[in-house]
């Protein structure tokens, strides 16, 4: 069973900055896709960026320009650095791992932008 945990949430002003991080368990990291999601309240989850295993990366045109997918196979974690924040960017976010044979969900990290 894989787990993922996020961290790097919190509260942020207009115009800041977070660094969220999504730690994996297992030995097969470097093979998988990795993609972080949000969800805002009484909206449906999103895809915000997606990163295969070659570390070429997708983007929603929400986030493009603002926000970089990253991960370090090493490590076994996945990244989203996070500029220029905006209100409308407030949501719980979800990292994913995405396997040939299943996927897997974290539990979310909170990010509200707000002054």
């Known amino acids: 069973q894989v787990q993922l945990v996020e961290s790097g949430g919190g509260l942020v002003q207009p115009g800041g900055s977070l660094r969220l991080s999504c730690a994996a368990s297992g030995s097969f990291f470097s093979r998988v896709v990795m993609a972080w999601y949000r969800q805002a309240p009484t909206k449906q989850r999103e895809m915000v960026a997606l990163?295969?295993?070659?570390?070429?990366?997708d983007y929603s045109d929400s986030v493009k320009g603002r926000f970089t997918i990253s991960r370090d196979n090493a490590k076994n974690t996945a990244y989203l650095q996070m500029n220029s924040l905006k209100p409308e960017d407030t949501a719980v976010y979800y990292c994913?791992?995405?396997?040939?044979?299943?996927?897997?969900w974290g539990h979310g990290t909170q990010v509200t932008v707000s002054s």
């Open positions: 994913k791992l995405i396997s040939s044979n299943a996927n897997y």
């Open positions: 990163i295969n295993s070659a570390s070429s990366a």
